[in-house]
């Protein structure tokens, strides 16, 4: 097994319902570490960066206020495959598809308030750590 590092945030709609340690918790147990994290209130020019791939999408302007409406909790998560990992962990996007016990069917509203991101690929966590993180930020556990 390959130790990885990934993306996460937990999205302004668990943040706000208290969700934060529930869904750390649910990572934790599933063999993912948090080698790094920060709280913050996203500006629109920084979720706007962030999300820059969707800019042509219909929902990218929602997406953007939404992430912008409250604070999140971003993470690096490390372990083994943790890519795959915590795509898992998440359940789909839409949480009416999304399997029992994922984060995802717990504490999703919506598609689009759907409780929390990961990266899709170890290029695309590359990319999302070094948009919010210092490499000195990221503690190596392993």
């Known amino acids: ?6 993306l996460s945030i937990i999205k302004p ?10 869904i750390i918790s649910i990572f934790e147990k599933n063999g993912l570490r948090v080698s790094a994290a920060r709280f913050a209130k996203l500006s629109k020019e920084k979720a706007e960066g962030f999300y820059i791939e969707h800019k042509e999408r219909p929902f990218f302007g929602e997406l953007v206020t939404f992430m912008t409406s409250g604070p999140v909790m971003i993470m690096v998560l490390e372990g ?3 890519v795959a990992k915590n795509r898992e962990l998440m ?7 999304a ?14 308030e759907n409780s929390v991101h ?14 919010f993180f ?8 392993f």
Request: net charge negative; hydrophobic share 30%; proline share 3%.
């Open 91 to 97: 359940g789909a996007t839409n949480p009416a598809n």
């Open 13 to 22: 709609n668990s943040t706000l319902d208290n969700n934060i340690g529930n």
């Open 99 to 112: 399997a029992p016990g994922t984060i995802r069917k717990l504490y999703a509203k919506s598609v689009g």
């Open 1 to 6: 097994m390959a130790n990885e590092k990934t």
């Open 80 to 82: 083994d495959n943790a």
């Open 118 to 131: 990961g990266s899709d690929s170890l290029t695309s966590a590359e990319r999302e750590i070094a948009y």
């Open 134 to 141: 210092e490499k000195s930020d990221v503690v190596n556990r």
